[in-house]
T-cell receptor
Framework: ETGVTQTPRHLVMGMTNKKSLKCEQHLGHNAMYWYKQSAKKPLELMFVYNFKEQTENNSVPSRFSPECPNSSHLFLHLHTLQPEDSALYLC?????????????????FGSGTRLTVV | KNQVEQSPQSLIILEGKNCTLQCNYTVSPFSNLRWYKQDTGRGPVSLTIMTFSENTKSNGRYTATLDADTKQSSLHITASQLSDSASYICVVSVNYGGATNKLIFGTGTLLAVQP
């Protein structure tokens, strides 16, 4: 285990369902991230949280709704998804440097949630 | 446009053989470059990190090189093992000033090591 835990590992949901992905880290990091990984595409940054405040939303559709109750936990709430949203969703955490999320010190990734929308 | 391109897209080698993966980037201003290994069904794990002034870094059987002039990096795997089968992702960090950094990801090279 890397220190970043994601649940569930696999999720199959219908387009009308509502589900949530969970990410938890106890590495003392203050920045947390959601990434989408689709086949043959680079990782796509979705959201960035720094000290539980959202600092970046990369034009993500509103059917994805993040929540960060504290620096150790991050959720991604899903509703009315489309089949093209099927992907591996990765959570990562990093240190914060100079008040900003600093991935220069290295990300720690979770194992991801494999999401299939049917 | 900041971009990271990797080649080959996929590679099959026999156990015990060596291989080299390539990464070309058009990223500015450059901060550092990392190689990640991603096993199937897992998140990426960092193998090496290199800054502008470093041109080689080793981690066991993995050796990364960086040519900041030509904006190229390579990852050399020596005496490959079955457990090396994974996707290898090149990631370049852009520094926009101060503490603000962005990561630019390559699409990865999928390596299969066969017995």
């Amino acid at each position: 285990e890397t220190g970043v835990t994601q649940t569930p590992r696999h999720l199959v949901m219908g387009m009308t369902n509502k589900k949530s992905l969970k990410c938890e880290q106890h590495l003392g990091h203050n920045a947390m991230y959601w990434y989408k990984q689709s086949a043959k595409k680079p990782l796509e940054l979705m959201f960035v949280y720094n000290f539980k405040e959202q600092t970046e939303n990369n034009s993500v559709p509103s059917r994805f709704s993040p929540e960060c109750p504290n620096s150790s936990h991050l959720f991604l709430h899903l509703h009315t998804l489309q089949p093209e949203d099927s992907a591996l969703y990765l959570c990562a955490s990093s240190r914060t440097g100079g008040g900003e999320p600093d991935p220069n010190y290295g990300y720690t990734f979770g194992s991801g949630t494999r999401l299939t929308v049917v | 446009k900041n971009q990271v391109e990797q080649s080959p897209q996929s590679l099959i080698i026999l156990e015990g053989k060596n291989c080299t993966l390539q990464c070309n980037y058009t990223v500015s201003p450059f901060s550092n470059l990392r190689w990640y290994k991603q096993d199937t069904g897992r998140g990426p794990v960092s193998l090496t990190i290199m800054t502008f002034s470093e041109n080689t870094k080793s981690n066991g059987r993995y050796t990364a090189t960086l040519d900041a002039d030509t904006k190229q990096s390579s990852l050399h795997i020596t005496a490959s093992q079955l457990s090396d089968s994974a996707s290898y992702i090149c990631v370049v960090s852009v520094n926009y000033g101060g503490a603000t950094n962005k990561l630019i990801f390559g699409t990865g090279t999928l390596l299969a090591v066969q017995p």
